[in-house]
């Protein structure tokens, strides 16, 4: 709006005509001199430059919103942009549908966790037709640590949906749709980018996976600020992907160790009157997400998976529609399963803490599946 050309304004014609005499042509460059330097350029008097101001003013300027009109707004948009159902009831309710279209979802916890497992089913889902809840189309597969398995894939077929992949012929339909890519570089992924963007127009993708970009950025010899413009660069690729193809993207990453410096690299810590950085709250978090808090920041929705005592839990960490909650889950041949469809509302420090207690005991599961 700001560009507008103020012919198009209802100025009086003797006052729009000086405007155009002195090159002013648009309510930017009009709004961007004060009334004294418009007077003096104008030849007009104050009264005259103010009842112009007023009257540009008011057509560019954004109209107001009611909180009514732009929750209908965003429901009109969701509506629009879809979501895809993991199969995991509780989740999906909470997610207002599943996986959304469009945009990034995260899937971040320790290695043997069941992030791949998760992966599988969503591509399985994908390809399914739609009348069994899938997208009925192609899924690209970004294999980067080679943990994708067409056995375990099947069998997760075999017993969450028989009736399909009891069949041969279905069966193989059906695995055929994932199309699975293993670059073994950051730069070999870069090369391959521009292929799958044509990939998702030409052959009717439905959800792009890549499992996982920790496991890319970390292959490369660039440490430091390289690194990080490295990976902007991907991120900005792989979201205007998201936005491009309208269908979900799901990507995996990793953990590390919690680095008790990291919270002095957030810009929004606050500095003294003598110049000194005020020490902010640490919490007792032995695990945090990879990729930094540029990656998170382009993720729309970050499900974490970890274990306590024992138990896994998927949690969702962020979300602009759910509050964080935590959903028990185990993993059984027939792949990620929740043992109860109502969540646990989580607060504070619990909501982005990713813990790996016991983890050891319960991740044997499916290793053999997964290599």
Excluded at 54 to 66: C, G, R
Excluded at 88 to 107: M, N, R, S
Excluded at 269 to 274: A, L, M, P, W, Y
Excluded at 316 to 331: G, R, T
Aim: charge should be neutral; include cysteine; aromatic fraction near 6%.
């Amino acid at each position: 709006m700001a560009n507008k050309l103020i012919s198009e304004v209802p100025l009086p014609k003797s006052i729009a005509n000086v405007f155009a005499a002195r090159n002013i042509s648009t309510a930017k460059e009009a709004l961007s001199l004060t009334e004294f330097e418009l007077m003096e350029l104008l030849d007009v008097g104050l009264t005259e430059v103010r009842s112009a101001l007023s009257q540009i003013s008011e057509i560019v300027a954004p109209t107001y919103q009611t909180a009514l009109s732009l929750m209908e707004e965003r429901f009109q948009n969701e509506h629009f942009r879809g979501h895809f159902p993991t199969g995991l009831k509780g989740l999906d309710a909470a997610l207002c549908g599943g996986i959304p279209f469009g945009v990034l979802t995260e899937l971040v916890g320790p290695a043997g966790i069941g992030k791949t497992q998760l992966c599988l089913k969503l591509s399985l889902l994908a390809s399914l037709p739609t009348n069994y809840g899938g997208l009925d189309g192609r899924v690209i597969y970004i294999d980067v640590e080679s943990k994708f398995s067409s056995r375990r894939l099947l069998e997760i077929g075999l017993r969450s949906f028989p009736e399909i992949f009891q069949m041969k012929a279905m069966a193989q339909e059906m695995a055929g749709r994932i199309l699975v890519l293993r670059p073994t570089s950051l730069s070999e992924f870069t090369q391959s980018l521009e292929q799958i963007k044509v990939s998702l127009l030409q052959n009717q993708v439905k959800m792009l996976v890549i499992d996982s970009m920790a496991a890319l950025v970390s292959g490369e010899h660039e440490q430091g600020i390289c690194r990080q413009q490295t990976l902007s660069w991907h991120i900005s690729f792989i979201k205007s992907l998201a936005e491009f193809s309208r269908i979900p993207v799901v990507v995996t990453n990793q953990v590390r160790s919690h680095n008790h410096d990291d919270a002095s690299r957030y810009s929004f810590q606050v500095q003294r009157r003598d110049g000194t950085m005020e020490i902010p709250i640490r919490y007792d978090s032995h695990l945090i997400a990879a990729l930094g808090i540029h990656w998170a920041h382009a993720v729309t929705t970050r499900l974490v998976l970890e274990a306590k005592s024992g138990q896994r839990f998927i949690k969702v960490a962020k979300s602009p529609i759910s509050p964080p909650l935590a959903f028990p889950f185990h993993i059984t041949s027939s792949g990620i399963s929740l043992l109860s469809d109502d969540g646990m509302e989580l607060m504070g420090p619990e909501i982005n803490a990713i813990h790996c207690q016991g983890h050891n005991e319960i991740s044997n599961f499916g290793r053999e599946g997964l290599q």
